[in-house]
């Protein structure tokens, strides 16, 4: 069923749109709707003359051009050529039964300006897309007293929380910790994820040459997630063409610094203290690690103070629902205005 169930996912996803857009045109002849708001997935129909918005995960190309084409060698390499096939099937299917198009979106919403520049590249207009990183609940997320504290303790900790899929490179992570290791003892990584995708990647895991070093769950209760940051030094997320890493922005919440690569668009969000690493490259990422696990030693309680800063700047509930109803009510503005002008008129706009 692994093989089976995402690609029937797929009839299902489309069939679904299908009901849900009879529904909702129902609806509307019985009570005018002022716009259409998608959340999470790219709209597949408009209402005639009223302003739709997507707030979207993601690139609708990205994550099968870092996962088949840019990371194919690694991929067959690992996981095996049979799972890259059905990948292959999938993403397939997926480009032709689930196509975003353009015309259906007055604007949209992702998580980043790499996003925002890629979803341009797809057909999107520039102007119309908006970036708007996703919310945390920061009174879950809270800098925690053990946060402090742990600096005390001579063994620091990296943490991996996330899907182990193929672009979010753990292959280039357990490559990098090791060449860590090579320089210190001192340090462990923590990795919590599922290999649903690609469950030939969990061998990197089982032939790790230092496994006293390294703990892995598939997975961790989220309520439970602030108190496993409190025990950790730095959050590594060594991803591919990433929108927006929610667990980057719940590291900073909690007061820890973070790793990022060069294309991880939540870079835009991060402190000021956390580290970008400069290429996709086993010793790049091996030196931000050491420079992360020096600068943890000598500055942890500033380090706390500027991540936990920078998450209520970025990811607060109540500013990001301000910013969200800026969109909507200057979406409105921009579709009236529209409505009452000619077509040459509307031609006419910058």
């Known amino acids: ?66 996962n088949l084409k840019k990371l194919r060698k690694e991929v067959i390499l690992i996981n095996g050529i049979t799972p890259y096939i059905k990948l292959l099937l999938f993403y397939a299917l997926k480009s032709n039964l689930i196509i975003p198009n353009p015309s259906n979106h007055d604007v949209l919403i992702c998580g980043s300006q790499w996003s925002k520049k890629q979803l341009s590249d797809y057909g999107f207009v520039f102007n119309s897309i908006k970036t708007l990183p996703y919310p945390i609940n920061l009174k879950l997320f809270k800098v925690n007293d053990n946060i402090v504290d742990h600096q005390q303790n001579k063994e620091k900790v990296f943490l991996w929380l996330g899907r182990c899929d193929p672009r979010k490179r753990l292959d280039l992570l357990l490559e990098a910790y090791a060449l860590v290791l090579k320089k210190r003892q001192d340090v462990r990584l923590k990795i919590f994820g599922g290999f649903r995708y690609a469950p030939g990647y969990k061998k990197l895991l089982d032939n790790f040459e230092f496994p ?21 030094d730095v959050l590594i997320q060594p991803s591919e063409g990433e929108n927006f890493g929610s667990s980057v922005a719940e590291a900073l919440s909690c007061g820890l610094p973070v790793i990022v690569g060069p294309t991880n668009g939540t870079k835009d969000y991060i402190s000021s203290s956390s580290f970008v690493f400069d290429e996709y490259t086993p010793e790049s990422l091996k030196e931000t690690m050491l420079k992360a696990i020096e600068t943890v030693e000598h500055r942890r309680k500033e380090l706390a103070l500027d991540a936990r800063q920078t998450a209520e700047q970025n990811f607060d509930v109540s500013k990001i629902v301000d910013r969200l109803e800026t969109i909507f009510h200057e979406t409105l503005a921009s579709k009236q205005i529209e409505a009452n002008q000619s077509p040459t008129e509307i031609f006419k706009q910058p």
């Not at 002022?34 to 997507?54: C, M, N, Q, T």
């Not at 390294?214 to 409190?230: A, F, Q, T, W």
């Open 1 to 66: 069923m692994r093989g089976v169930l995402p690609i029937a996912n797929l009839f299902l996803h489309r069939s679904g749109n299908k009901l849900t857009q009879q529904t909702i045109l129902a609806n509307h002849c019985l009570e005018k709707y002022d716009f259409l708001i998608s959340l999470g997935v790219y709209s597949y129909y408009r209402i005639e003359k009223i302003p739709v918005i997507s707030w979207v995960q993601g690139p609708p190309h990205t994550e099968r051009y870092f």
């Open 212 to 232: 006293d070093r390294l703990e892995y769950n598939p997975y961790i209760d989220r309520l439970k997630v602030p108190e496993l940051m409190s025990s950790c």
